[in-house]
T-cell receptor
Framework: KAGVTQTPRYLIKTRGQQVTLSCSPI?????VSWYQQTPGQGLQFLFE???????NKGNFPGRFSGRQFSNSRSEMNVSTLELGDSALYLC??????????????FGEGSRLTVL | AQSVAQPEDQVNVAEGNPLTVKCTYS??????LFWYVQYPNRGLQFLLK??????LVKGSYGFEAEFNKSQTSFHLKKPSALVSDSALYFC?????????????FGAGTRLAVHP
């Protein structure tokens, strides 16, 4: 089985722009979660989608949003980029239904640099 | 507030020696507990988890973790370290509320295994 695929792997944006990141989960996985990883704040949960519905959200401003499509692929969007948004954005998929199990399969991430 | 603490930024161990990476948590109730590993420029990989039952949990690559409820600790261990174990290790908890895929991660501990 193919793993979790994230695109693009690297991107550079300037302040004020917006960005969209894409994640294709492992086939059959219906839950997709997003995490932000920075040297200062570490790994922080952004949100989780299951069956096209956001069922969990972290403590991030409304500039961060996401969605999930019927094929379980997910996108996250960050609008009005700030320097502090520079980070590795990790997507993770999970096969479990219900409340999940916490056993996540991570992609290699999209590294965003905001100048 | 719910939190995970990994008190050591880095752990150094000689190849063949036992290793321990420490983790303590502050979460109400009976959370799920996890260890993940991150190799350079890669996403996270699941190592093991504790839900309930035996306090010693065995996981991938010969790793195991010991759950201690009275000390709210979940230390990662391996009887004999390999150079290839060198990586960044994250302890995580999943509070019961909010779904099990919403993980709270520790800051990470860099494990360096020397030949």
């Amino acid at each position: 089985k193919a793993g979790v695929t994230q695109t693009p792997r690297y991107l550079i944006k300037t302040r004020g722009q917006q960005v969209t990141l894409s994640c294709s989960p492992i086939s059959g996985h219906r839950s997709v979660s997003w995490y932000q990883q920075t040297p200062g704040q570490g790994l922080q949960f952004l949100f989780e989608y299951f069956s096209e519905t956001q069922r969990n959200k972290g403590n991030f401003p409304g500039r961060f949003s996401g969605r999930q499509f019927s094929n379980s692929r997910s996108e996250m969007n960050v609008s009005t980029l700030e320097l502090g948004d520079s980070a590795l954005y990790l997507c993770a998929s999970s096969p479990a239904q219900g409340l999940g199990t916490g056993e996540l399969f991570f992609g290699e991430g999209s590294r965003l640099t905001v100048l | 507030a719910q939190s995970v603490a990994q008190p050591e930024d880095q752990v150094n161990v000689a190849e063949g020696n036992p290793l321990t990476v420490k983790c303590t948590y502050s979460v109400s109730g009976n959370p799920y507990l996890f260890w993940y590993v991150q190799y350079p420029n890669r996403g996270l990989q699941f190592l093991l988890k504790y839900i309930t039952g035996d306090n010693l949990v065995k996981g991938s690559y010969g790793f195991e973790a010991e759950f201690n409820k009275s000390q709210t600790s979940f230390h990662l261990k391996k009887p004999s370290a390999l150079v290839s174990d060198s990586a960044l290790y994250f302890c995580a908890v999943s509070p019961i509320s909010g779904g099990y895929n919403k993980l709270i991660f520790g800051a990470g501990t860099r494990l360096a295994v020397h030949p």
